[in-house]
């Protein structure tokens, strides 16, 4: 990507994808990159596994002082946040007029039998990046190792990448799909059938009952062990989905959660049968003091997903205890 951005093009956005297949595929494809933009006076900035550090700290040797390194916790936590603070942080280079590269390798790898697809979800937001982050003029290199996932993934990833960095550079990827049309096909998320018993189980038909199923949800949080401020964030996610709920479907709204795993799940149906827009709560609201829904539970929640089928509308929203504890202060 070097000279495709510098000071006087930041209104230029590329987002582009290296898919690792081979062992030696950082070294052949990205360490090349990453020297001549040293050379050029490209700020980067590497969020990036040990791994992938090493190898490039070791074939750049003191070159790689040049980069800017970053902790992956420091940007990789809940899936929203991942995706709203890779944002601040590009807002703030272009504030500064400072084109910065960011070469990131996202901390999520396919999970066969984990209670949800953390990976299918993190590409929504990989997709709308591509329309949230087109103003700030930054390029983004996303690394993807094909080891940690199916074929079908490594498909989805390449339809959220404009371009690709092939053995023969930086290309436009023939495979990519525009935000729109790639989360109007996903938003029918697929969900497995709640259990028949529950350790919350809630019908909600106004706002009056709402500060009851808060107080709830935050008993059963807490019951497993969350923090206070996991407990609030899970209740915050909750109360705006029922609010949805009650706002824009149509009462009773039912409120369920178990566990599985590590994971906290809440599942809010209303019995309105309106489908949820496939880019609902990707984009932040413009004044957050009144309700903000989706975008809120997307924040706190790791994984939203969202489904309407037999006259019902459905937000599952999943909480690991571990991602939704990191960096989380108490």
Not at 38 to 49: R, S
Not at 79 to 107: I, W
Not at 319 to 330: D, E, G, K, M
Request: charged share 20%; aromatic share 8%.
């Amino acid at each position: 990507m070097t000279g495709m951005v510098n000071h006087r093009g930041l209104e230029r956005f590329l987002h582009g994808v290296l898919v690792v297949d081979a062992e030696d595929t950082i070294e052949r494809r990205l360490v090349p990159l990453l020297r001549r933009e040293i050379t050029a006076g490209q700020a980067v900035l590497m969020v990036v596994g040990s791994p992938t550090a090493q190898i490039v700290r070791d074939r750049l040797g003191r070159d790689a002082d040049a980069l800017r390194w970053a902790a992956m916790d420091g940007f990789y936590q809940r899936l929203g946040f991942t995706y709203s603070g890779f944002d601040r942080y590009l807002r703030e280079q272009h504030a500064r007029r400072e084109a910065v590269h960011v070469v990131a390798e996202p901390d999520v790898v396919s999970d066969p039998v984990a209670p949800v697809d953390r990976t299918a979800a993190y590409l929504k937001y990989e997709a709308m990046t591509n329309e949230a982050y087109a103003g700030y003029g930054c390029p983004i290199t996303c690394i993807w190792h094909r080891r940690h996932h199916s074929a079908s993934i490594i498909d989805d990833v390449r339809r959220v990448h404009p371009r690709e960095l092939t053995g023969r550079g930086d290309r436009d990827n023939p495979a990519y799909v525009p935000p729109a049309a790639y989360l109007k096909a996903r938003t029918q998320a697929p969900m497995t059938p709640a259990p028949p018993v529950t350790d919350v189980d809630l019908t909600v038909w106004d706002f009056a009952e709402v500060g009851a199923c808060r107080a709830a949800v935050a008993r059963f949080a807490a019951q497993r062990h969350f923090a206070p401020a996991a407990v609030r964030h899970v209740v915050a996610a909750t109360s705006e989905v029922v609010a949805n709920g009650l706002r824009h479907g149509r009462p009773p709204v039912q409120v369920f959660a178990w566990t599985q795993d590590d994971t906290l799940i809440v599942h809010v149906q209303d019995h309105g049968g309106k489908a949820v827009p496939s880019d609902a709560g990707y984009r932040q609201p413009a004044i957050l003091t009144g309700p903000a829904g989706l975008w809120i539970a997307r924040q706190v929640a790791d994984v939203l997903l969202t489904r309407t089928a037999g006259g019902r509308t459905t937000v599952r929203m999943y909480f690991p205890y571990a991602v939704t504890h990191r960096s989380l202060p108490i």
